[in-house]
C-alpha cells in the first residue's frame, strides 16, 4: 500500500501581494483538518501568526527573528519534525499539507534547498507565488521578485479588484516572462482563488528544472532593507497613532515599504489590526488576540531607527529592536542580526 504523501507548499510573495489574505480564506472555508501552518514574519513580533491564528482547530507553529530562507533553516526543519511527530502521535493518517507562510523577503529556492534534510519524510513540495496585479516594483526590488515567480509552481495572481485593464494585462505579460512552465490562478473570486492556489496537486504541476531559476541573487543594495519593532506596554491613543502613522508615511515617503501591527487602543476591548503597504493603508480592524502589548513592524530601506524616532508624535516612547539584512557583494540571499537598540531618553 503506497503510504500517504504530505503536500509541503512554500507560500512566497513580495511584501504586500496578499498572501496572509489568500491563507486565511483558505483556512476559513477550504481547509480540512489535516492542514498545518508556519509562518515566518520578519520583525521580532510575528503579526501574520496572529492574524491567521483565529482560525480554530489549525495546527500552528511560528518562525520569527529573521529570515527562513537563510538563518532559520535549522527552525524550520525541527518544527516540521515536531509538528509530524505531534501529529503521528494523535492520529494514524498524516498531515494533507503544511503550508509555510514565508516572509516578504524570502527566496523559496533557498527555502526549498534547505528543506532537503527532510527528505526521508516523502514530502511533496510546491511553491505558490502571490503576485499583486497592482504591483510597481523597483529596479533594486525586482531581483528578490523574480527569484519568487520564477521559483513557482503556481503564481496567484492577486488585487484584482484594484487594478485596471492595462495593469492586469501586464502582469500576466510579466509573468509569461518569468514562469513561463508555472500553473496560474486568475480568479477574481477570493474563495476560489484560494481553494485553486492550495488544492492544486503538485504531480499536476511543471517545475522549471534549471537551479539558476531559484538562485537568482539578492545584490548587496538589499542590505539597507531594515525592520523596526515598536512596543508599548501601555494602550494608546488612536488619535496620536494615526497622526504619528500619517506623519511617519508622509517623511518617509518612498522608503515606506510595509506597516503591520496589532494595538492594544485606549477604551477598546479587542486589539486594532492596521496594515499598509507603501503608503496605502488598509482601513484598521479590531481582531481578537491574548497581546497585552501595542507591537508594530515598520519595514523600511536606507532609513535608520533614529530617523523614524525622530518623527514628531505624542505617543509614548516606544521599546524599539531592529531587524536588518546583512549581505555584501555576490551573496545570495540574506543573513539577519537583532541588535537591540537602546534609545536616548527625550
Not at 504523501?5 to 486565511?24: A, C, H, P, Q, R
Not at 500576466?172 to 473570486?189: F, K, N, Q, T, Y
Not at 481578537?288 to 519595514?299: D, G, M, N
Request: aromatic share 6%; net charge negative.
Amino acid at each position: 500500500m503506497t503510504p500517504e504523501l504530505t503536500d509541503f507548499v512554500i507560500l512566497s510573495g513580495f511584501l504586500g501581494s496578499g498572501k496572509t489574505t489568500l491563507l486565511s480564506e483558505f483556512l476559513g472555508q477550504g481547509a480540512d483538518d489535516g492542514t498545518a501552518v508556519i509562518v515566518n514574519d520578519i520583525g521580532e513580533v510575528n503579526i501574520d501568526g496572529a492574524i491567521l491564528a483565529v482560525h480554530d482547530g489549525v495546527p500552528m507553529a511560528t518562525l520569527g527573528n529573521g529570515c527562513v530562507c537563510c538563518s532559520l533553516i535549522n527552525d524550520l526543519q525541527f518544527t516540521v519534525e515536531s509538528l509530524i511527530a505531534s501529529r503521528r502521535a494523535t492520529t494514524a493518517s498524516a498531515f494533507s499539507r503544511i503550508v509555510l507562510e514565508c516572509s516578504g523577503l524570502s527566496d523559496p529556492g533557498a527555502v526549498m534547498r534547505g528543506l532537503s534534510a527532510l527528505a526521508s519524510y516523502g514530502l511533496r513540495v510546491r511553491v505558490v507565488t502571490t503576485y499583486a496585479a497592482n504591483t510597481s516594483v523597483s529596479r533594486d526590488d525586482f531581483p528578490l521578485l523574480a527569484a519568487q515567480v520564477c521559483g513557482a509552481h503556481t503564481v496567484v495572481v492577486t488585487k484584482l479588484d484594484l487594478c485596471d485593464v492595462g495593469q492586469r494585462e501586464h502582469a500576466l505579460a510579466e509573468i509569461d516572462v518569468l514562469a513561463p512552465l508555472s500553473h496560474r490562478v486568475i480568479e477574481p473570486d477570493r474563495g476560489r482563488r484560494a481553494i485553486a492556489a492550495f488544492c492544486q496537486r503538485a504531480s499536476a504541476v511543471p517545475m522549471p528544472t534549471d537551479p539558476a531559476m531559484t538562485r537568482i541573487g539578492l545584490p548587496g543594495g538589499h542590505a539597507r532593507v531594515k525592520a523596526f519593532t515598536l512596543s508599548w506596554d501601555a494602550p494608546l491613543d488612536w488619535r496620536a497613532f494615526s497622526d504619528w502613522m500619517e506623519n511617519v508615511a508622509g517623511f518617509l515617503e518612498g522608503r515606506l515599504l510595509r506597516v503591520k501591527g496589532i494595538l492594544r487602543v485606549v477604551d477598546c476591548a479587542d486589539g486594532v489590526l492596521v496594515q499598509g503597504v507603501g503608503q496605502h493603508f488598509d482601513p484598521p480592524t479590531r481582531i481578537a488576540t491574548l497581546a497585552q502589548r501595542s507591537q508594530i513592524v515598520v519595514i523600511t530601506v536606507d532609513t535608520e531607527a533614529r530617523e523614524l524616532l525622530a518623527i514628531p508624535t505624542n505617543l509614548p516612547l516606544p521599546e524599539v529592536s531592529t531587524l536588518s539584512s546583512t549581505a555584501s557583494a555576490g551573496d545570495v540571499g540574506f543573513r539577519f542580526t537583532r541588535p537591540l537598540f537602546l534609545l536616548p531618553s527625550r
